[in-house]
């Protein structure tokens, strides 16, 4: 056993639904919690992707027996990623998004996900504990209908949540990360927020009154899963299914910033709740994604939290307890003398020649920053696959490097001068902690491949900042 390492704790059993036990061993990946193995047990993560099992085969009596559909999903994201790739270029003879807003998205999808590492699910939790202590009574969790129930209860509880972060400023302000890009392709999918699971537990409490944790846990996943291949273009209309299931032409409307795609298509899988609710708006005129005031920066940290500042600013500034109150939970469109959700004809009018933010990056600095990006999915499928054998102090070096690697990913992509600075000592933190055994390849053939890539790096932008001081100082000679 290396310093990095401890023994990993071993789940005790229960056969109670909600035990202790059985959260800890769910949350923290035991190997009972990766459900079937061999090639059933992928395909069955396929098609979670598209909600197509059955209650037969995706019902468990607890949560420990739950398999994580959403790790065992990342291969299926890579391979319809190259498919979108594929079908946009024979379509259309371009690629479906950008390197740099690709980038991003990834970036913020692996920054979302990095304090489940650290903490235990807060969504999972507190359904777990309301039904402990409050439940009225237990639906049978190998019952067909309580699977449909619950199919129903988690996207109805899905739909109101969405509803509210689009209409409630401090929900919005978690909620804006999924809907800053320009682009919209599966990439976007995953640009998720930080701070959004924090708000979304509560809808979900009611339903922990009657459905079994165990059947939660399964639908929380596919709702999500679901909301993954409707991110693309490439898909124009599915015919009679549009009537009830969410697809991707829905979905294009929700990310629109045309005034008619404003507030519109809430749904997670199914459509039906914008159909009842009045919220439901047909695809019509060319889409341009995005926020109505695009924030023009792939920063991952400013993007998760920049509209916290913004409602600190706007809360001190406004008149009155209140106005102030309003701020916060009214929308964020809103501003005193104006309605709940602020004045339509406040929202900018859509030309279709709106010029996504694009700066400038070198085809070499692009390669680079892919290469690196690559290195950190890499080191993240690996703290993800040994975080129980991991010792705390590794586990924080490890998420400490993947946050200061997405931040300057972020700048290189501006082409921000000190993104030089930045990786020379990100580049030498990499070594040093490798050295150290901090860090390890997924692939451990690739360590040393790593050590020379990133000594190389060093020594680039250790050259390149040389450069810039010596023609500083001829400049002022
Ligand atoms: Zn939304
Ligand atoms: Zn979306």
């Given amino acids: ?192 927020s930080v701070l959004q ?77 914008d159909r009842i609710f009045g919220t439901f708006e047909a695809e019509d005129a060319k889409v341009v994604y995005g926020l109505t005031h695009p924030v023009n920066s792939f920063d991952p940290i400013m993007l998760q939290l920049r509209p916290l500042a913004h409602i600190w600013n706007t809360f001190w500034a406004a008149p009155g307890f209140c106005n102030k109150l309003s701020v916060i939970f009214k929308g964020p469109g809103w501003g005193p003398g104006k309605p709940r959700l602020g004045l339509p004809e406040e929202i900018p009018v859509i030309t279709g020649k709106e010029v996504p933010y694009n700066p400038h990056v070198p085809v070499y600095l692009n390669c680079y920053a892919l290469v690196h990006f690559a290195v950190i999915v890499d080191l993240y499928i690996e703290l993800l696959a040994s975080m129980t054998m991991l010792s705390q102090g590794t586990v924080l070096v490890r998420i400490g490097f993947i946050i200061l690697s997405l931040a300057s990913f972020g700048l290189l992509m501006e082409n921000k001068s000190k993104a030089g600075i930045l990786e020379v000592i990100r580049c030498l933190v990499f070594i040093g902690a490798y050295k150290l055994g901090y860090f390890r390849s997924h692939f451990s053939f690739l360590g040393y491949a790593y050590e020379v890539l990133f000594s190389l790096s060093a020594a680039f932008w250790g050259i390149q900042i040389m450069k810039r001081i010596t023609s500083f100082k001829d400049k002022h000679n």
Wanted: proline share 7%; net charge neutral; charged share 15%.
């Fill in 1 to 192: 056993m290396t310093h990095t390492e401890k023994t990993a704790p071993k789940p005790k059993q229960t056969s109670e639904p909600g035990g202790e036990a059985e959260i800890v061993s769910f949350l923290h990946g035991s190997p009972s919690a990766l459900g079937p193995t061999g090639w059933r047990g992928e395909a069955a993560a396929g098609r979670a992707l598209f909600y197509a099992l059955a209650p037969g085969e995706s019902s468990f009596r607890t949560v420990e027996e739950v398999p994580d559909y959403v790790e065992k999903s990342i291969p299926f994201f890579i391979t319809f990623i190259g498919l979108e790739f594929a079908v946009s270029w024979i379509q259309k003879r371009k690629l479906p998004g950008r390197i740099n807003d690709g980038i991003s998205s990834l970036s913020l999808g692996i920054l979302s996900r990095l304090p489940d590492v650290l903490f235990r699910s807060i969504e999972l939790i507190s359904y777990i504990y309301v039904w402990n202590n409050y439940r009225l009574f237990e639906l049978p969790w190998d019952s067909p209908w309580t699977w449909y129930l619950t199919l129903l209860g988690v996207d109805f509880a899905y739909y109101c949540f969405h509803r509210m972060s689009h209409e409630v400023n401090i929900l919005w302000a978690a909620h804006q990360v999924h809907h800053s890009s320009e682009d919209y392709n599966l990439f976007t999918a995953l640009r998720q």
């Fill in 197 to 273: 699971k924090y708000t979304s537990w509560i809808f979900n409490l009611p339903m922990a009154l009657f459905i079994p944790p165990s059947v939660f846990a399964v639908h929380l996943q596919f709702n999500l899963l679901y909301q993954f291949w409707i991110h693309t273009e490439v898909i124009t209309k599915l015919g009679p299914l549009e009537w009830i299931l969410n697809t991707p032409s829905h979905h294009r409307v929700h990310h629109g910033r045309n005034p008619y795609c404003i507030d519109k298509n809430y749904g997670g899988t199914l459509i039906i709740w």
